[in-house]
């Protein structure tokens, strides 16, 4: 029963990833549109649980994402699924300081995998397939430049919101009777 | 590397492999389709929705140049005005002709007109989503249009029922085209330059002027000649290239398009 109630709520947060995701590109101006809220909420999902099996989520968000994507199926879900897995490695082994602005470092290391991953991609992809090259122009890099650091400040937005909000509604803060403890 | 998220890390790549896998193989169709019937129908409201906001805040960006367009606005439709008796009585004269030539009228292409569906997900390109797909006979490379011939990009990616349209501004379209000058210049109309496009490799002795037309060359597979892309705003003729360029303003607003045609075979 545990593990239905679980995949129902992947399920659903992964369609609300989804939907914030698109909500972003199509109705935001430039330069808000190139937030990447799916890569700033899975990480935020990261830190905040620290649960590794979080990453089944990213693949759900994934997998629903490829719907949208004008490119090669599998190469946003590769990229997503293993800049989460690369990011987690990272900041459990080598950016072990746990203070708030390295939840803004995570955020464009985050971004910088993905981006980098999704290029090497698309450059194999290239080769293999014989497809029309990719053109590597200047605004490519200006672009994913912007991205990543408007990803890494929303990061880091989402982060003191939903640490602010989860304190708030920490249950330690109640009695019995339900009156607040100050 | 703790032996819990070595394990765990094989596990997700293998599950990721296994996915591309069955998606190719035809396998996770009915959950992809399953998540497009769910998602598509919201995606298409939250487009329509952007146009509309979009659309309700444009009177924001009115500044000075406002008088400027206006005026020029007002002497273009005079001389609007003169071209269209002149086009009025070739057209009689054409048909006249045609008659007397019995001319047979050929047309290659058929009109599929379809809605916007949505955007890609990645802000990096500029790509719409159809909802018509190979199943209505689109194909990879087909040309879309607005209007009566207004060219806004290719299509680049296809699945059943729905269909990606590169826009012309994307940073990845190469469009063959023409310049209706005294040369008929030739070059390749490139997006990837915000809300412009840029022709490049005009011959540097051909002479370029500041609002001429530019079209499709036909030079290229699928793409008929004659479908307007834009006109000319700059020209950038420099000694030490061996080609001229121009920038161009897109003929029509790419950025609040509804309603689309694919030209098909």
């Known amino acids: ?182 | 590397m703790p032996q819990q998220s070595k394990k765990l890390y094989i596990y997700v790549l293998l599950v990721l492999v296994l996915l591309i896998i069955f998606h190719y193989l035809g396998i996770t169709r009915f959950i992809e389709n399953g998540a497009r019937f769910i998602l598509i129908p919201i995606s298409t409201k939250i487009y329509e929705t952007g146009n509309k906001i979009k659309g309700n805040f444009k009177f924001l960006n009115l500044n000075s140049e406002t008088k400027e367009k206006y005026e020029n606005c007002i002497k273009f439709e005079e001389n609007f005005n003169v071209l269209e008796v002149k086009t009025r009585l070739l057209e009689e004269e054409n048909t006249e002709l045609k008659k007397i030539l019995n001319f047979k009228e050929e047309t290659k292409y058929k009109l599929l007109p379809t809605k916007i569906i949505g955007k890609s997900i990645d802000s990096i390109e500029q790509n719409l989503i159809i909802g018509q797909g190979s199943k209505s006979g689109i194909k990879i490379g087909q040309p879309v249009i607005v209007g009566n011939g207004i060219l806004i990009g290719k299509i680049s990616k296809i699945e059943n029922d729905t269909a990606q349209i590169r826009l012309i501004n994307d940073n990845q379209s190469r469009i063959a085209s023409t310049i209706l000058n005294k040369n008929k210049s030739l070059g390749v109309v490139e997006g990837g330059f915000g809300i412009s496009l840029r022709m490049k490799y005009i011959p540097r002795n051909e002479i370029v002027l500041i609002d001429e037309q530019i079209i499709t060359s036909g030079l290229e597979i699928n793409m008929p000649y004659g479908l307007l892309i834009g006109t000319v705003a700059v020209v950038e003729n420099e000694a030490y290239k061996p080609f001229q360029q121009a920038v161009l303003n897109p003929a029509t607003d790419l950025s609040h398009l509804i309603l689309v045609a694919v030209l098909i075979d």
Do not use: C
Request: proline share 1%; aromatic share 16%.
């Open chain 1, 1 to 182: 029963m545990s593990l239905i109630k679980k995949i129902i709520k992947f399920l659903l947060l992964a369609f609300s990833i989804t939907l914030l995701h698109i909500l972003a590109v199509s109705l935001f101006p430039y330069p808000l549109n190139h937030i990447n809220i799916a890569v700033s909420l899975l990480l935020l999902i990261f830190i905040i649980t620290n649960r590794e099996d979080s990453i089944w989520l990213a693949i759900l968000v994934g997998i629903f994402l490829e719907i949208f994507a004008s490119i090669t199926y599998g190469i946003n879900l590769i990229s997503l699924v293993t800049s989460l897995l690369l990011t987690n490695w990272l900041s459990l082994n080598i950016f072990t300081h746990r203070s708030i602005y390295m939840v803004f470092i995570t955020g464009i290391i985050g971004t910088f995998i993905y981006r980098l991953i999704f290029l090497v991609l698309i450059f194999f992809n290239t080769v293999l397939n014989q497809t029309e090259f990719y053109i590597f122009k200047g605004i490519i890099i200006f672009s994913m430049g912007v991205e990543i650091m408007l990803t890494g400040f929303t990061l880091f937005i989402f982060y003191i919101i939903s640490t602010r909000l989860l304190s708030y509604l920490r249950s330690d803060y109640l009695s019995k009777t339900g009156v607040l403890k100050i």
